[in-house]
């Protein structure tokens, strides 16, 4: 069973910094894109920013300039490094990943989400 597991969330006063871990473990054969995405309440899930094993870059234009995504394809991690966080951003933010299973099969697998709050 293939698995995406978050850490960092936490309460922040606006202004300040975070850093979200993603690490994906369990029957996967190879990995590929990795991603960050948001939820806040009452609004649909928003890409923030996503990155290729080569480590291609893309932000969401309310980010760009605060947050950094990178990778380490050795422990299959990602990491979203939040600075200058604002009350906005406050949500559940969610891992993804493109994936390889043992035996072939593409997939798209999330992590349980880890809830960020910004207090002004």
């Known amino acids: 069973q293939a698995q995406l597991v978050e850490s960092g969330g936490g309460l922040v006063q606006a202004g300040g910094s975070l850093r979200l871990s993603c690490t994906a473990s369990?029957?996967?054969?190879?990995?590929?894109?990795m991603g960050w995405y948001r939820q806040a309440p009452g609004k649909q899930r928003e890409l923030v920013a996503i990155?290729?094993?080569?480590?291609?870059?893309t932000y969401a234009d309310s980010v760009k300039g605060r947050f950094t995504i990178s990778r380490d394809n050795a422990k299959n991690t990602a990491y979203l490094q939040m600075n200058r966080l604002k009350p906005e951003d406050t949500a559940v933010y969610y891992c993804n990943h493109d994936i390889v299973r043992v035996g072939g099969i593409l997939d798209n697998i999330w992590g349980q989400g880890t809830q960020v709050t910004v207090s002004s």
């Open positions: 990155i290729t094993t080569g480590g291609v870059t």
């Open positions: 369990g029957s996967i054969f190879s990995g590929d894109r």
